[in-house]
């Protein structure tokens, strides 16, 4: 079955401890995104990245950095340097990264900060 | 700059019909609609283009009026499984590169 996974689903971390959320694809696609959602809101981009070995800041980087080593793989790390970690974040990809695509969504991984 | 969806939150019987706009401040080539239920990722409804073309679902249909910004996705004949959280996500500008500015979701519950 072609798709993205993310894990873990759930997550909870200390204050003060980067943790690293995963995103993989097998769907071939270029493009890939991470979002943030908070209760009641809609989503926010962090980071997209068009190719590979290439990233670009979202509306939200702060405290978030990224790596695509692999066209297939996107890691998101959220650093201690984030102020309030605690969302449900969503990876998304989408084929050519060109207009009018569409973006596919990963289950998600909800992380809470102790 | 964020879309605004209107309205905030519906609440439908099965069978009856629901409209939901989402409307830009910025000039938009394309509109993007997601459903999400409660903990889930948001699943892919429709695009609507610049130039008026159309691609979706056959039983959720959707408009996009450039003049003013603005799209709206029309829901029939409701089904308990329309209900979750509906969001628009925008494109200004044909950059080459799909960057989605999504709003804060309209909240649709059906009942029985």
């Known amino acids: 079955d072609g798709g993205i996974t993310q894990s873990p689903k759930y997550l909870f971390r200390k204050e003060g401890q980067n943790v690293t959320l995963s995103c993989e694809q097998n769907?071939?696609?270029?493009?890939m995104y991470w979002y943030r959602q908070d209760p009641g809101q809609g989503l926010r981009l962090i980071y997209y990245?068009?190719?590979?070995?290439?990233?670009q800041k979202g509306d939200i980087a702060e405290g978030y950095s990224v790596s695509r080593e692999k066209k297939e793989s996107f890691p998101l790390t959220v650093t201690s340097a984030q102020k309030n970690p605690t969302a449900f974040y969503l990876c998304?990809?989408?084929?050519?990264?060109?207009?009018?695509?569409?973006?596919?969504f990963g289950p998600g991984t909800r992380l809470t900060v102790l | 700059q964020q879309p605004v969806q209107s309205p905030q939150a519906v609440i439908l019987r099965e069978g009856e019909d629901a409209v939901i706009n989402c409307s830009s401040s910025?000039?938009?080539?394309?509109v993007h609609w997601y459903r999400q239920k409660h903990g889930e990722a948001p699943v892919f409804l429709m695009i609507?283009?610049?130039?008026?073309e159309q691609k979706g679902h056959e039983k959720i249909s959707a408009s996009f009026n450039e003049k003013k910004q603005q799209s709206s996705l029309y829901l029939t004949a409701s089904q308990l499984s329309y209900s979750g959280t509906y969001f628009c996500?925008?494109?200004?500008?044909?950059?080459?590169?799909?960057?989605?500015?999504f709003g804060t979701g309209t909240r649709l519950l059906v009942s029985p």
């Open positions: 990245s068009q190719i590979v070995n290439d990233f």
């Open positions: 910025k000039a938009l080539y394309s």
């Open positions: 996500g925008t494109e200004s500008g044909n950059t080459g590169f799909q960057k989605l500015v």
């Open positions: 609507l283009l610049k130039g008026g």
């Open positions: 769907l071939n696609h270029d493009a």
């Open positions: 998304a990809s989408s084929g050519l990264a060109t207009t009018a695509d569409t973006q596919y």
